[in-house]
T-cell receptor, first 111, second 117 residues
Framework: KAGVTQTPRYLIKTRGQQVTLSCSPI?????VSWYQQTPGQGLQFLFE???????NKGNFPGRFSGRQFSNSRSEMNVSTLELGDSALYLC??????????FGPGTRLTVT | AQSVTQPDIHITVSEGASLELRCNYS??????LFWYVQSPGQGLQLLLK??????LVQGIKGFEAEFKRSQSSFNLRKPSVHWSDAAEYFC???????????????FGQGTILTVHP
């Protein structure tokens, strides 16, 4: 089975812009979770989608949003980018929760 | 709220030596526990998981971990370290809601492993 894929792998944006990141889960997996990884804060949970519904949400501002499509693919959007949003964004998929399998991440740099 | 503590930020071992990475968790019920490994610039790879049953869990790459409820610990071990094991290791706890695990993991701060030849 193919693993979790994320696109793009690298992204450079300017403050105030918005960005959309994409994640394709492992075939058959219905849960997709998103995490932000930074040197200062470590790995932090953003949100989880299961069967197109947000099932869990972390402690991030409303500028961070996501959605899941009927084929389980997921996107996350960050609006009005700030310098502090520079991070590695990781997507993980699982059958319905439990053990999660991570993609390679999208490295976002905000200038 | 659940939390995970990895007391060691950086550990250095010689190739062939044994390894133990410490992990302590805080969770109100029986947790789901995981160890992941991350190489620089890469995503996380699942090493092993504990949901229930035998408290000694075997994983990939020769790793094992032992769940000790009385100590709220889930330490990762390997009897003989290889140079390719150099990476960052993360312990994580997942929610256990009545036997259902949801897709939210809380991670420790990670332990960087350096392997000397």
């Amino acid at each position: 089975k193919a693993g979790v894929t994320q696109t793009p792998r690298y992204l450079i944006k300017t403050r105030g812009q918005q960005v959309t990141l994409s994640c394709s889960p492992i075939s058959g997996h219905r849960s997709v979770s998103w995490y932000q990884q930074t040197p200062g804060q470590g790995l932090q949970f953003l949100f989880e989608y299961f069967s197109e519904t947000q099932r869990n949400k972390g402690n991030f501002p409303g500028r961070f949003s996501g959605r899941q499509f009927s084929n389980s693919r997921s996107e996350m959007n960050v609006s009005t980018l700030e310098l502090g949003d520079s991070a590695l964004y990781l997507c993980a998929s699982s059958l319905s929760g439990g053990a999660q399998y991570f993609g390679p991440g999208t490295r976002l740099t905000v200038t | 709220a659940q939390s995970v503590t990895q007391p060691d930020i950086h550990i250095t071992v010689s190739e062939g030596a044994s390894l133990e990475l410490r992990c302590n968790y805080s969770y109100g019920a029986t947790p789901y526990l995981f160890w992941y490994v991350q190489s620089p610039g890469q995503g996380l790879q699942l090493l092993l998981k504990y949901f229930s049953g035998d408290t000694l869990v075997q994983g990939i790459k020769g790793f094992e971990a032992e769940f000790k409820r009385s100590q709220s610990s889930f330490n990762l071990r390997k009897p003989s370290v290889h140079w390719s094991d150099a990476a960052e290791y993360f312990c994580a706890v997942g929610e256990n809601a009545g036997g259902t695990s949801y897709g939210k993991l809380t991670f420790g701060q990670g332990t960087i492993l350096t392997v000397h030849p």
